[in-house]
């Protein structure tokens, strides 16, 4: 893919191509370095390169306008591809998210190449692998997983003028221990930008210490149970809360943020923790895309906001609803600012501190939650999901660990977990193991949860 158009020349081909319609060309570059390995070797190790080039078509209609798109991998023959989205717009209804498109917002750094990737960013994993191998085979105990690092560069251009371009760095590790033939088993994982925070050692200790957990194992029966939920495990329950935080659906009625007999729960009280869930693009280690990118319109976003910048936004503020999703024509619908979903999240409760060991310290008897996996919704009205616990359930009592026990399926709502937490410590980036692909940026404080729904016993390992 070393000859490529730049993501310039083909946005500019591309509008120019629309003619006398309106329209949008969005560029994504991606540059991916990756390694994995399993029983403790290395399996596969590379980098890869990618594109992929979407054209947007306003045309005008009787009664308003429609809108199409069409989406094309590699090279891209753009002037074929804005007319693939233009014959789109002869079967595309009326959009009832028209507006107008974003002012001519010129980024500086518009016409750079896109960002490169190189195995050397994985250096901080690569260094310490053989050694960390070398060790887990001592122990009798199987490595995998993988390091993963992406460089995203997104460029947006539109007949209004606009030109905005980003790069997003992506990265990731992740560990699976497993001994006796699985019946001892943990997952670590940590999200990063640039891997100069990794310490595979670091990783190495905490994974060691849950296997040692793991060697007296209990059986539990199903059942509500005090739960102790680090960052990771809150991270996969939160991210639900504000993918579901559409105001247009909480409007219709179809979401936990509906209000009995119309309308959104938007300023009442939530949970008694004053706990703030918010997003922040410009939040210092999880910076992320700061305007919006969009290929399709749905409820809460919308192709007519591309490149509309974005701001620190709170979900929710002191335990109170503060703010749903909302495109800019269905915000001007609602009397309320554009609030578009941001690729970050950031859960905690102001000025609590301590960490997960701390809690377990204080606790008389609990379990502790380390993974979650399979997690799906159930109701979308009381944002009930179920899931499975996975790598790692353990038993606290009197302060101390005291051993593995089995695994559940769980059924429970995160907006009723925030309601019953008793106890929160302090937010630490954190990767989800469930959505860390798609939830790479989190910073989540460590729960403690009162009478967490446990429904029933799970063979999974």
């Known amino acids: ?38 029983n403790n070797t290395v399996t596969t190790n590379g980098v890869r390169r990618s594109r992929d080039v979407t054209v947007i078509a306003v045309v005008e209609r009787e009664g308003g306008v429609a809108a199409g798109s069409s989406t094309r991998t590699g090279e891209v023959d753009i002037v074929a591809l804005v007319a693939a989205a233009e014959a ?52 009798g105990i199987t490595l995998a997983g ?39 088993s943990s997952w670590v994982g940590i999200a990063t930008p640039d891997f100069a925070d990794v310490r595979l050692e670091t990783m190495e200790e905490n994974l060691y210490r849950r296997l ?52 959104t729960r938007m300023g ?43 701001a620190p936004t709170s979900w929710i503020e002191k335990g109170v609803l503060t703010n749903l999703h909302y495109h800019r024509a269905g915000a001007a619908r609602s009397g309320l600012r554009a609030t578009p979903p941001i690729d970050n999240l950031i859960v905690e409760v102001p000025g609590a501190t301590g960490t997960i060991d701390d809690m377990i310290k204080n606790t008389e008897r609990a379990l ?24 790692g359930v353990y038993l606290v009592e009197n302060g101390s660990v005291v051993g593995q026990v089995n695994n559940f399926r769980f059924n429970e709502s995160p907006i009723d977990m925030l309601a019953r937490a008793t106890e929160a410590g302090a937010p630490s980036r954190t990767l989800a193991r469930e959505f860390g692909e798609y939830l790479n940026r989190a910073a989540t404080s460590p729960l403690r949860v009162a009478d967490f729904n446990m429904s029933s016993v799970s063979q999974a390992s």
């Open 368 to 391: 502790l939650v380390t993974c979650l996996w399979y997690i799906r919704v159930v109701d979308p009205t009381t944002l009930l999901v179920t899931g499975l616990t996975r790598d």
């Open 268 to 310: 009442e009280q939530l949970s008694t923790l004053p706990f703030s869930v918010r997003s922040n693009p410009f939040e210092r280690g999880l910076e992320a895309l700061p305007f919006v990118v969009a290929r399709s319109s749905s409820a809460a976003t919308s192709v007519f906001d591309n490149g509309l910048s974005l």
């Open 146 to 184: 993988f390091a993963e690092h992406a460089l995203e560069t997104i460029s947006v251009g539109s007949t209004s003028g606009l030109r905005r371009r980003h790069v997003q760095p992506t990265g990731s590790v992740q560990l699976v221990g497993r001994a006796e033939g699985g019946k001892r």
């Open 212 to 263: 040692e957990w793991a060697t007296k194992s209990l059986e539990l029966p199903a059942g509500k149970y005090e739960t102790l939920l680090p960052s990771s495990a809150v991270a996969d329950l939160t991210a639900y809360a504000v993918w579901m935080a559409g105001g247009q659906d909480s409007e219709d009625g179809g979401t936990v943020f509906s209000k009995a007999g119309g309308g």
């Open 1 to 38: 893919m070393s000859s490529l158009i730049p993501a310039d020349v083909v946005i500019e081909r591309g509008l120019k191509a629309l003619g006398s319609n309106r329209g949008i060309v969005i560029v994504r570059d991606g540059s991916q370095a990756e390694i994995r390995f399993a």
């Open 88 to 139: 789109e717009t002869s079967s595309a209804p009326l959009s009832t998210d028209a507006f107008a498109f974003v002012e001519a917002i010129i980024d500086a750094d518009f016409d750079a190449p896109p960002a490169l990737n190189d195995l050397e960013i994985l250096d901080p994993v690569l260094g310490g692998l053989g050694a960390s191998m070398e060790k887990a085979e001592g122990r």
